[in-house]
Structure formats: C-alpha cells, structure tokens
C-alpha cells in the first residue's frame, strides 16, 4: 500500500520530495467543463509560499504551477489533472551532518524504523514542503465548488500562536489577507510580529491554533457511520504535518457543558430550518446541517530549531543535533492555506459522493 492518495471521488495524490526536482499532484474524478488555469491555482500556492516574510523560511520558492494534462481551452476534461511544482532552491548541504543522525521531534526516526532508509535532505517526503502539491489540488477543488456551489466560502486564518491570542471582539475578516500571521485581527500584529521575532533570534520555535470556516456547505452531506463528514475532515487535518489535535464545533469544551446548553435548538425559518445556536460546528451525525463547518486544529512547535538537543545515531550512539537550514519559526502560519485545501478537497468528495448515492434529493420539512 502507498498511502499517498487520499479521498474516494475526488481523488488526489501526491508525489515528490522536498529536495528532488520537483513535486506535484495527480487529480482524478473532476467533473468535466469546470473553467480553470494556472492563474487560478496560483492565487492558492501564493498565499502558501516560503520566502514571503522573515515569519516564515527564507527558502525562495516560486511555486510555480503547470498544469500537464486534463485541461483543454481552459476547462477540465474529466480526464487525471497532472499538476507540477518544480524545486528551485534546494540547499539540501545544510543536511549533511544530519544524514546519520535523528533530529528530536521529526520523523527521522520513524522513518528509519519502518523503511531501513531515508531521505534526509529536508525530510524528503516527510517534509511540508509536500503540502505545495496538496494546496495546488485544493485549488482544482475550489474551482469546481465555485461552480457547483457558488456561495461555499472556505476561510482559515491563525486564532493563538503560543502564548498569543487574538481578540474574537475586533475579529476582522479583511484583515486575514493583510498581514503575515493570516489573524482577523489588526491590533494583534505588531505584538504577535513581536513574539514570533524573539522566539525566532533565541533559535526557538512555537506552536499554533487554526481554524477553518466553510460557510454555506449545503446540508445533507456526509454519512451515519464510516464516511462522516467530521471524521473525514478531522483526517484530512491530521495529515497535515505538525497537526497534533483536532476538534469540530465545542469541540473539547463540549465535555464542560450540559446537555441543555449544547444542543442546538431548531426553528422553522421562512425558508426551512433554522439552528439558534451552532455548538455541533454545523455537523449533525456526521452529516452537514447546512450551518457553517467550524473546525479548529493545533499545529505543534517546528521542530528543526538551531538550540542543541540530545539524540542518537543510526549505530545508537548519543550525539547532540542542531538543526541548521531555513525553517519556519512558526510552522501553523503556512498551515493556513494548506488546512483550506484539504477541507475543500474533502467538501468536494462527499459532494460528489452525494450526487452519486442520492442525486441530491433532500427529505422535505414542513
């Protein structure tokens, strides 16, 4: 089994290493007839670039996307979208002195164990330089829900980084595109620029808190049982390099309220149901209510960080490892992008899944 593709309709893998020459994505099941380009996909592979600000790794990446085959005169064929990303700025000597050892906190080590080899130049494919190829897919996604379901709006943007926090009272939509950290809140800017700048000079790193938006999802998406659109997603996010935890809607915080307080009492509205509240983040038995999906991860500290840490070697011995190269201080700030793509491709899947099992037929109230 290869386990490097993912979804069921819409089916997406990825190929390629962070220092190889280049990496991509083959998309399969788009429907034919959907408009897109290069230019469309590049808006989405721009917000996820490196070398943007010194928040992030100063390798210059262009992220330029071509796209192989599966479009004709600017419209998809139906056929596989192959679609490549070339390495332009491989450094891969900053790995040199780490090709024997494991650095504490990646997957080095886990890689060695289960397949007696590795490529340490940047993680290889363990690196999030991979997530490129996913954000470019996720562009072909995003393409087609603007055709089939125009007024879906997919929006993530950062809520904590560390110790920081935004203010949910000046939440700022516009705000997300206009600053480096992708936060809804201006005032915050400048301290988090701050923070971030001195985790970055003591040779440290930090983590993050993320959260995903999709508003208007029609309802009626997802599954009782093994293709739950909360399960689905929470997988896609966990794929994401570095996610250590999930939730959905109250997520954890549902544990400290009663019964009474999370369940989300319904109306009848002049154009259907109506929720008065959304603790369950707009998925009900796995299936989407028609509110919005809100959905928040965790993203770990980066773990390639210049301050020494004690590890071992391939023969066992004890070695102290410092990681050098370009890394970013604050790995959740890319994540952003990335975390949109993957709940666009999976929107996408459990749509199409959904036309093929019921034909979008809806049971009808009132």
Same mark, same amino acid.
């Given at each position: 089994?290869?386990?490097?593709?993912?979804?069921?309709?819409?089916?997406? +893998?990825?190929?390629?290493?962070?220092?190889? @020459?280049?990496?991509?994505? +083959?998309?399969?099941?788009?429907?034919?007839?959907?408009?897109?380009?290069?230019?469309?996909?590049?808006?989405?592979?721009?917000?996820?670039?490196?070398?943007?600000?010194?928040?992030?790794?100063?390798?210059?990446?262009?992220?330029?996307?071509?796209?192989?085959?599966? %479009?004709?005169?600017?419209?998809?064929?139906?056929?596989?979208?192959?679609?490549?990303?070339?390495?332009?700025?491989?450094?891969?000597?900053?790995?040199?002195?780490?090709?024997?050892?494991?650095? @504490?906190?990646?997957?080095?080590?886990?890689?060695?164990?289960?397949?007696?080899?590795?490529?340490?130049?940047?993680?290889?494919?363990?690196?999030?330089?991979?997530?490129?190829?996913?954000?470019?897919?996720?562009?072909?996604?995003?393409?087609?829900?603007?055709?089939?379901?125009?007024? *879906?709006?997919?929006?993530?943007?950062? +809520?904590?980084?560390?110790?920081?926090?935004?203010? =949910?009272?000046?939440?700022?939509?516009?705000?997300?595109?206009?600053?480096?950290?992708?936060?809804?809140?201006?005032?915050?800017?400048?301290?988090?620029?701050?923070?971030?700048?001195?985790?970055?000079?003591?040779? &440290?790193? %930090? !983590?993050?808190?993320?959260?995903?938006?999709?508003?208007?999802?029609? @309802?009626?998406?997802?599954?009782?049982?093994?293709?739950?659109?909360?399960?689905?997603?929470?997988?896609?996010?966990?794929?994401?390099?570095?996610?250590?935890?999930?939730?959905?809607?109250?997520?954890?915080?549902?544990?400290?309220? +009663?019964?009474?307080?999370?369940?989300?009492?319904? %109306?009848?509205?002049?154009?259907?149901?109506?929720?008065?509240? &959304?603790?369950? !983040?707009?998925?009900?038995?796995?299936?989407?209510?028609?509110?919005?999906? %809100?959905?928040?991860?965790?993203?770990? @500290?980066?773990?390639?960080?210049?301050?020494? =840490?004690?590890?071992?070697?391939?023969?066992?011995?004890?070695?102290?490892?410092?990681?050098? !190269? =370009?890394?970013?201080?604050?790995?959740?700030?890319?994540?952003?992008?990335?975390?949109?793509?993957?709940?666009?491709?999976?929107?996408?899947?459990? *749509?199409?899944?959904?036309?093929?099992?019921?034909?979008?037929?809806?049971?009808?109230? !009132?």
């Amino acid at each position: 089994m290869s386990y490097n593709t993912f979804g069921h309709m819409f089916r997406v +893998t990825t190929w390629g290493e962070s220092h190889g @020459p280049a990496l991509g994505a +083959t998309v399969d099941g788009c429907p034919p007839g959907i408009e897109i380009s290069e230019e469309f996909i590049q808006v989405f592979l721009d917000r996820r670039r490196p070398g943007q600000s010194k928040m992030t790794t100063q390798r210059q990446e262009p992220d330029q996307v071509k796209i192989l085959s599966g %479009v004709f005169e600017g419209r998809t064929t139906g056929t596989p979208i192959q679609l490549m990303i070339e390495n332009t700025d491989q450094r891969s000597k900053d790995y040199g002195e780490i090709a024997r050892q494991f650095r @504490p906190g990646h997957a080095d080590i886990t890689y060695h164990q289960k397949y007696g080899l590795r490529d340490y130049r940047g993680g290889g494919r363990s690196s999030a330089r991979e997530t490129a190829a996913r954000v470019a897919a996720g562009g072909v996604a995003q393409a087609v829900l603007k055709a089939l379901v125009p007024g *879906l709006v997919i929006t993530g943007y950062m +809520t904590q980084m560390g110790a920081k926090h935004i203010n =949910r009272e000046r939440f700022d939509r516009d705000e997300i595109l206009r600053n480096p950290f992708f936060i809804p809140d201006a005032e915050a800017v400048a301290e988090w620029s701050d923070y971030l700048e001195a985790m970055r000079k003591g040779q &440290n790193s %930090v !983590g993050a808190m993320i959260e995903l938006v999709a508003e208007g999802c029609p @309802p009626g998406l997802g599954a009782p049982i093994y293709a739950k659109m909360d399960s689905d997603l929470a997988a896609a996010m966990m794929t994401i390099n570095a996610v250590k935890g999930v939730e959905i809607g109250e997520g954890m915080a549902a544990a400290m309220l +009663t019964g009474t307080e999370n369940a989300d009492e319904i %109306v009848m509205g002049p154009e259907g149901p109506e929720y008065l509240t &959304n603790h369950a !983040g707009g998925i009900l038995g796995g299936i989407t209510t028609g509110q919005p999906i %809100v959905l928040r991860f965790s993203v770990k @500290p980066t773990s390639s960080i210049l301050t020494p =840490r004690r590890s071992i070697n391939t023969a066992g011995e004890a070695v102290e490892v410092v990681t050098k !190269g =370009r890394h970013d201080p604050c790995v959740g700030i890319r994540a952003v992008p990335v975390a949109e793509a993957m709940m666009a491709c999976v929107i996408l899947d459990h *749509l199409l899944l959904d036309r093929a099992q019921t034909g979008g037929m809806r049971g009808e109230i !009132g």
